[in-house]
């Protein structure tokens, strides 16, 4: 099967789009109303030069929605059951964001850049608007905008080192899911050691999409010998992984705590934010499901496109939500929504792909 993009200013290009299509993308999809590079290899090779090598990725569409005034953490911390009272200056937070029914708006990871100053760094959903309407209902002192910020990822077992080339030895001393300003050139880029893979790696929010190809061009230079290469977030990796993908293995359907995120909330929701009484409410009547790592039995099966019915029997229990082969686990790796008391590690269940009914066994833990 083959399908094309028809592209326009709807479907927006990013600072790196150049880049990346000189480098031979072969498969676009669409986050945030714009390109996300899906393939440039193809999905196996990818992914075997993510494990090896490293990567720069065109992460653009992971936007900033900037929160900037006097009501600026308030704001902030109206939007998630995250408790931020004690973050540190230079962190940046995996963030739930909750509706009023505690159904998960985005998982976006925020910055904070000063007292009234905020990035939150979105998955695919137009959390702006959502944000913008808190905003002016809640008469806040604040103004709610996306800037000219888009991230570019550095991932793989070598990132540390193309970095400190680039940036200077100083990169190796942030730490997981910290942030510094480094200098590059004659300005200064926000860097975090952070990114959408579990194999290491640092995020730079390029402020200005001018500054976007040097940048792109200074790494692709300073990587030579390192085989660096255009690449993007990979669905083997992330699902081996237990990256979880908004829009895909969760929706406004589930809550925080569906999706596992439990350790991302207050413990003890002392702060107010939009949902937490749905979320009190959850907690005491317990857990309907939540999010499980599932091996699917059986050959490779292609990339799950829609969700597939889980089953006991005739009785459906949830859903399979990501899938794909895994050349270095020898199995199908699967993310799942299984229902309560379904979702101890071991129980085996099946599953209705398209290409028939297989065996499926809930695990322990990700394939790290
Ligand atoms: N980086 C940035 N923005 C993003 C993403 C990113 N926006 C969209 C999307 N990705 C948001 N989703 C996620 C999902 C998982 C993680 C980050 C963003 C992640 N989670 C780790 C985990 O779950 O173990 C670590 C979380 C922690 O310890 O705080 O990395 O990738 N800028």
């Known amino acids: 099967m083959n399908h094309y993009i028809a592209i326009s200013r709807r479907l927006r290009q990013t600072p790196f789009t150049a880049g990346v299509e000189a480098a031979g993308v072969k498969a676009y999809t669409v986050y945030n109303r714009m390109l996300l590079p899906a393939v440039f290899d193809t999905m196996e090779e990818d992914y075997r030069h993510l494990k090896t090598h490293v990567q720069v990725w065109d992460v653009a569409v992971e936007r900033q ?31 739930p964001i909750t509706d009023e029914n505690g159904g998960m708006l985005n998982d976006p990871v925020a910055l904070q850049l000063s007292d009234t100053r905020w990035w939150i760094s979105i998955a695919d959903s137009d959390l702006l608007f959502w944000i913008k309407g808190l905003a002016q209902g809640a008469g806040l002192d604040v103004a709610v905008f996306e800037p000219d910020v888009s991230p570019l990822a550095v991932q793989g077992p070598k990132a540390e080192t193309l970095m400190a080339r680039l940036f200077g ?18 300005t200064s880029f926000i860097v975090a050691r952070s990114g959408y893979s579990r194999q290491g790696g640092f995020e730079i929010y390029v402020e200005d999409s001018a500054h976007g190809m040097p940048l792109w061009d200074a790494l692709f230079e300073a990587g030579a010998d390192l085989d660096v290469r255009a690449g993007c977030p990979n669905l083997i990796e992330r699902i081996e992984g237990g990256l979880l993908s908004y829009g895909n293995d969760m929706t406004l359907e589930n809550t925080p705590l569906e999706c596992g995120l439990g350790k991302f909330m207050g413990k003890n929701a002392d702060h107010d934010f939009v949902g937490r009484t749905a979320l009190e409410t959850e907690k005491t009547n317990g857990i309907a499901r939540q999010i499980r790592p599932i091996a699917v039995s059986g050959a490779a099966l292609a990339p799950a496109r829609a969700p597939w019915p889980l089953f006991v029997g005739e009785q459906p ?6 899938a794909v082969w895994s050349p270095d686990f020898q199995t199908n790796v699967a993310i799942g929504m299984v229902d309560a008391g379904h979702w101890d590690a071991g129980t085996q269940l099946h599953v209705k792909t398209p290409d028939g009914l297989r065996a499926a066994t809930i695990q322990a833990q990700f394939w790290l």
């Not at 900037?66 to 963030?95: H, W």
């Open 65 to 95: 929605v900037e929160l900037n005034g006097p009501d600026a953490t308030r704001l902030m911390q109206m939007l998630t059951p995250r408790d931020l009272s004690q973050i540190k200056a230079d962190q940046c937070f995996y963030v």
């Open 169 to 186: 030895e100083e990169v190796r001393k942030i730490g997981f899911f910290r942030y510094r300003r480094m200098a590059f050139g004659d």
């Open 317 to 322: 229990v949830g859903q399979i939500t990501s």
